[in-house]
């Protein structure tokens, strides 16, 4: 609480933890439970302004919720219910300001008829204050048309109004065009932000009036006396108009103050105190507990799926359920009886690798394993796997296995979600990807929050980026999950890889490594094909065929599953007696020679040939596997005819396409990610067939085909054979529905053409034919655009140039062959602004030599980045930077981008060896920005970074941006390292700046970074240095549970606060801290700062556990607060009643009078029948 006082009036201020109704209604029932005697509320803070009508509303301007014929004020827009037909009917209305603060209103309205605006005296004393408070130019408010949207997330609106597609509705000037006005009337209140004109438009239906969207006037308007006052901060639309924000906020500040100074203090002394007016004060605890009740398990959903959204993690459940699939019952028994896999279960820390030949059933077997782990009652929570898979791009590298697993993690319950919840709202809530180092904090701190937990990593051999930098690699990850901090048993399975071998030996025992040999999986081999032969139709009745069959392939097995799933192929051709004998006779002695004599059936039907070719190329070179349909089209397109594709040619029965190449291929049932429905893919049948055909095993006649620049060049062909001759339509929407393979099109053929340029050193002629096809090739940008495939693809309507895109994947002997035909080497447009920074960012150093041979603009701004040199020193292209410079690139340009310039740029993504190359060369060490170059490298842990700044002048003690000060930057992320390179250059450790309450210590200490805390208290940290109760660094840790940072702070604090800090650890429940502090010396009777005490801020929360422990160390149940009611009626009143029974027990006088009323007479007035009989 804030608290203050306005002429004659007292003032508490409190703010919402986080936004929403439900949230303002807790704020509220909190000041009312702490605060009788208050008596008015105004509801102040920012709003989305609704234009259009009669009302000519615009940023800055203040919106007030005043009752009119038609409408109290405020209406709840998203409560109503739903009729027949769909139709919604709002219920919504809800309760009208008090009439004092009404009459205020028109006193301040027949002000403004007599040219008198106090309100606007206020703000520009505001104004003068804090910078934030100034109005920003009036050319900043731009009002964009419906159709217009924001063209870049995440940012303001100069590449909006750059873009040559913009559409500004034209207003008429203002007579006093830098002051805001006022405008009362209807304000729309719900639970959700309203970010697009379409749902402005749906949401205000019926209600043409109204003036205003904002969030949470519907948790407390109907339930207290209150005046809902908002500054105007944007247009609820998808475009971004940050700031106005602080303006907009002081507007309706200012507007209340006005208000305020118009309210006799002797009428509200005679008006009923809020208390008294909610007739059942605990009703409205009850409504905000039942509201957030019902609500609390959707928020729980809409957070996980946040989070997933955010994260992105491929599903490994499809891997899992596919091999369950394929799994014959009985087998892989052996390995869970095993000494080894017990012993794995049971001992802390423990590993196993499974490793074997290619096909003898690994993947089957470690889906086993997750199936006897999820089953088992003491595991199944903790139970995590991830499958890297060759068929599909996105599961082939280690930060996709720690982003799935993350996410597993995640969704197995509330008590392990604190770090990644707070490494979500660190990136924006979303909106940017965490670095690696902290994507890995996370998943460490809550691998430990979790406990006890099992791993299952399958096939690490079809992890082609085991070597990445991430983690150190595949196998360093691995081995740092046996730390002795964690408690995790981890299995993996591979083939037996040499560098997998050599890692695995080097550290785990041989005990750990158990080789899946023929004679231990022969007896599963057996089961199996005995399973499948008795399956068999034809032979139902054969019991010698069968026999014979069984003993053939069990005989020449070896070990593989795969084999013997082959054989099965062909023995269901065989159409009498003597055609299986001869195919048992002539049994493949490999896998090679079985995929061999597959092709070989091929080629009898050459009318296949040509499909099953184009059909396992896609598959064996796809970043991914074809859906069904998709593939349909793949093997209907002839680059060779005119038309190239007919939707009349394609095969009436689609799941007939695997005949083309049966025991190759395979249909595998998915959940699509977007939309959850069920869909069908054509995969590869096995890891092994990928290999022998990129292999050298292929015989002649066929192996050209499958060269992987013959192949790719092949899909390129097809994919843009097949955009030509798609309808011309200006709806995405309906071309993928008509042509499934129109999106894979889009979005793959780029990447293979790359491939096959640089190969052959010359243009593909069908990507030259493309790019140049008018119609086409917009077509297929709008489809999907490779420049903007990071964001919504709904929101980037730029168009772009054949040019740029060719500059953007790096074609550079196609970008020579477009400016021979004239295209503009500056032409603007895309998301990179124009084809040098495209070209710039992606590290396409041929190219952007070209094109800045061929006149291109080195300084040329706009763009995401703004400049081609922050584009390139962002991408972290040490060479193009090299280049750009010879070149004459303004190295402190800044461009209006992401980055203030280059070293911001360079900086923020941590590469070095350009920092030191701009640097120098010019480079401004202390430029402008908030943050600097040098609080982003300390933010994000960049040493190597950090150190060249310093050397280079950076000001290690500079003020500005987000976080204040660079110490404090790092010790909010816990770069520990930064820290004490900081520190030894001459940080100061207790830095605090005018304008905040915040210290390294505090920030430290809030996020949780014991090892941080440890440093700057080693370093000379004064635990003691606050400006107010809550802006220390004891008290941070208590509030959050820190026991080992209080743990730290214990012996440099004083008395009161820890005193302070023992209120806080028990009004959040955190009963380790609570023992912890008892036995320093706490005064369990002591009021806090806020007074209360401690056993009062436990019993309000419900918090059982603390409540028992403080009555054990001598709470005195009889203290009551003069801000506060009676210990039974707060904890009863809140919906404890365990808590209740409990102070009872323990004494509680029943007698004792609060305001001249006992807990009786408390509970009898506000309906407590249970409590009541309790008492009586």
């Not at 303004?890 to 701009?918: C, K």
Request: proline share 4%; aromatic share 8%.
């Amino acid at each position: 609480y804030t608290y203050g006082r306005i002429g004659e009036h007292k003032l508490v201020i409190a703010e919402p933890v986080e936004i929403g109704p439900v949230n303002a209604a807790h704020c509220a029932a909190h000041v009312a439970q702490h605060f009788v005697n208050v008596r008015l509320a105004l509801m102040v803070g920012i709003g989305a302004g609704i234009p259009g009508g009669k009302i000519d509303i615009r940023l800055g301007d203040v919106a007030i919720g005043v009752p009119r014929e038609d409408h109290p004020g405020v209406i709840q827009y998203d409560l109503g219910k739903y009729e027949q037909g769909d139709a919604f009917r709002r219920i919504g209305a809800l309760n009208k300001p008090p009439r004092i603060l009404a009459s205020a209103i028109r006193a301040l309205e027949g002000d403004e008829l007599r040219d008198k605006f106090p309100m606007r005296r206020i703000l520009r004393h505001l104004g003068k204050q804090k910078e934030m408070f100034r109005r920003p130019r009036d050319s900043e408010d731009v009002l964009f048309d419906d159709t217009f949207s924001h063209v870049r997330r995440g940012s303001g609106c100069s590449a909006c109004l750059a873009s040559a597609d913009k559409k500004i509705v034209q207003r008429p000037p203002r007579s006093s065009p830098d002051q805001p006005i006022t405008h009362r009337g209807l304000i729309l209140s719900g639970g959700g932000v309203v970010k697009n004109p379409e749902d402005r438009a749906r949401l205000r239906r019926g209600y043409e009036s109204a003036i205003c969207f904002e969030m949470e006037a519907a948790g407390i308007v109907d339930e207290l006396p209150c005046l809902v006052v908002r500054g105007i901060s944007d247009y609820a639309d998808t475009h971004k108009q940050d700031g106005w924000r602080g303006y907009a906020a002081g507007a309706a500040a200012a507007y209340c103050k006005a208000v305020l100074l118009k309210v006799p203090a002797d009428e509200v002394e005679d008006s009923v105190r809020m208390k008294d007016i909610v007739d059942n004060v605990e009703a409205t605890h009850a409504i905000a507990r039942h509201t957030q009740s019902t609500t609390q398990n959707l928020r729980s959903s809409d957070q996980l799926e946040k989070i997933r959204h955010w994260l992105n993690p491929p599903d490994p459940s499809t891997n899992l359920n596919k091999a369950r699939d394929q799994h014959q019952q009985g087998t892989g028994q052996w390995f869970l009886e095993h000494e080894s896999y017990t012993r794995w279960k049971q001992e802390r820390n423990s590993f196993l690798w499974l490793n074997g030949i290619p096909g003898c059933g690994k993947t089957i077997l470690s889906s086993s394993i997750v199936a006897n782990l999820q089953q088992h009652s003491g595991t199944g929570r903790n139970v995590l796997y991830f499958y890297f898979d060759f068929n599909d791009s996105a599961k082939q590298s280690v930060e996709a296995a720690v982003r799935s697993l993350l996410c597993q993690l995640y969704s197995r319950g509330s008590d392990r979600r604190a770090d990644v919840n707070a490494l979500y709202s660190s990136c924006g809530r979303g909106c940017d990807q965490p670095d690696n180092m902290s994507l890995l904090g996370a998943f460490r701190k809550t691998l430990e929050q979790a406990g006890e937990t099992w791993l299952v990593l399958d096939a690490l051999d079809e992890c082609p980026k085991r070597d990445d930098s991430f983690a150190g690699g595949l196998l360093a990850w691995i081995q740092g999950l046996l730390d002795a901090s964690l408690n995790t048993h981890v299995v993996v399975t591979s083939r037996p890889e040499q560098d997998i071998q050599e890692a695995v030996e080097s550290w785990a025992r041989s005990s750990d490594i158990i080789s899946l040999r023929t004679n231990l999986v022969s007896d599963d081999i057996a089961s199996y094909i005995k399973a499948q032969t008795r399956s068999l139709p034809r032979w139902q009745t054969r019991r010698d065929i069968q026999e014979q069959i069984e003993a053939a392939l069990v005989e020449k097995a070896n070990g593989m599953f795969r084999w013997v799933a082959c054989q099965f192929d062909t023995l269901k051709n065989c159409l009498n007696p003597r055609s299986v004998h001869s195919a048992l006779a002539n049994l493949p002695r490999s896998l090679d020679e079985t995929y061999a004599r597959i092709l070989q059936d091929i080629q009898l039907r050459p009318e296949n040939m040509a499909y099953a070719k184009r059909l396992l190329q896609f598959l064996v070179y796809s970043d991914r596997p074809l859906r069904l349909e998709e593939a349909v089209d793949v093997v209907e397109v002839d680059p060779s005819r005119r038309p190239r594709f007919s939707p009349g040619d394609r095969m009436p029965h689609p799941q007939e396409v695997v005949r083309y190449c049966s025991s190759l291929v395979v249909l595998v049932k998915q959940k699509d990610e977007t939309s959850g429905a069920e869909v069908i893919e054509i995969q590869l049948a096995h890891f092994s067939v990928q290999e022998y055909f990129q292999s050298d095993r292929l015989d002649q006649y066929i192996a050209a085909d499958f060269a992987a620049v013959v192949a790719r060049a092949a899909i390129v062909e097809v994919c843009l054979s097949y955009l030509m001759e798609l309808p011309r339509t200006p709806d995405p929407k309906e071309v993928r529905e008509k042509f499934p393979l129109a999106q894979y099109a889009a979005q793959h053929w780029a990447t293979n053409a790359a491939i096959v340029e640089r190969a052959d050193k010359a243009t593909c002629p069908v990507v030259e034919e493309y790019l140049c096809d008018k119609l086409a090739f917009p077509l297929g940008c709008g489809l999907f655009r490779p420049d903007k495939s990071w964001i919504d693809p709904d929101v980037w309507q730029v168009s772009v140039s054949a040019l740029y895109y060719a500059a953007h994947k790096g074609f550079v002997h196609t970008v020579q062959k477009l400016l021979g035909k004239g295209f503009e080497v500056n032409a603007q447009g895309g998301v990179y602004g124009n084809a040098l920074q495209a070209a710039s960012f992606e590290g396409h150093e041929d190219t952007v030599r070209l094109l800045l041979d061929s006149g291109a603009h080195v300084n040329a701004l706009g763009g995401y980045y703004g400049t081609s040199l922050q584009a390139a020193s962002c991408g972290g292209h040490e060479n193009i930077v090299r280049l750009l410079l010879q070149r004459d690139a303004d190295i402190n340009a800044d461009g209006d981008g992401r980055f203030d310039n280059a070293l911001h740029a360079a900086s923020y993504e941590g590469h070095d060896t350009i920092v030191r190359l701009l640097l120098e060369n010019g480079a401004h060490v202390n430029g402008p920005g908030q943050p600097s170059a040098f609080q982003y490298a300390c933010s994000l842990g960049h040493y190597a970074v950090v150190r060249l700044l310093l050397d280079h002048g950076a000001d290690i003690n500079e003020r500005n941006g987000p976080y204040g000060s660079a110490l404090k930057a790092a010790c909010y992320y816990g770069r520990d390292k930064v820290v004490q390179l900081l520190i030894d250059y001459g940080a100061d450790v207790n830095v605090r700046e005018e304008n905040s309450s915040t210290s390294p210590l505090l920030a430290a200490s809030i996020s949780g970074h014991a090892a941080t805390v440890r440093l700057l208290l080693d370093n000379g940290a004064d635990v003691d240095r606050v400006r107010t109760p809550t802006e220390n660094a004891v008290y941070a840790a208590a509030s959050g549970g820190q026991l080992d940072i209080m743990l730290l702070l214990m012996e440099n604090s004083t008395q009161e606060h820890r005193h302070n800090a023992f209120w806080a650890a028990s009004l959040n429940g955190h009963d380790t801290i609570v023992r912890l502090l008892l036995g320093k010396g706490a005064g369990v009777n002591v009021v806090s700062a806020w007074g209360s005490t401690a056993l009062l801020a436990a019993s309000s929360q419900g918090h059982e556990v603390v409540v028992r422990l403080l009555l054990d160390a001598g709470a005195d149940v009889d203290m009551i607060s003069e801000e506060t009611t009676a210990l039974l009626e707060v904890s009863w009143g809140w919906g404890y009643p365990a808590v209740t029974r409990l102070l009872l027990e323990a004494g509680a006088d029943i007698s004792i009078r609060n305001g001249g009323r006992t807990a009786l007479h408390l509970a009898t007035t506000h309906g407590h029948v249970a409590l009541v009989e309790l008492l009586v």
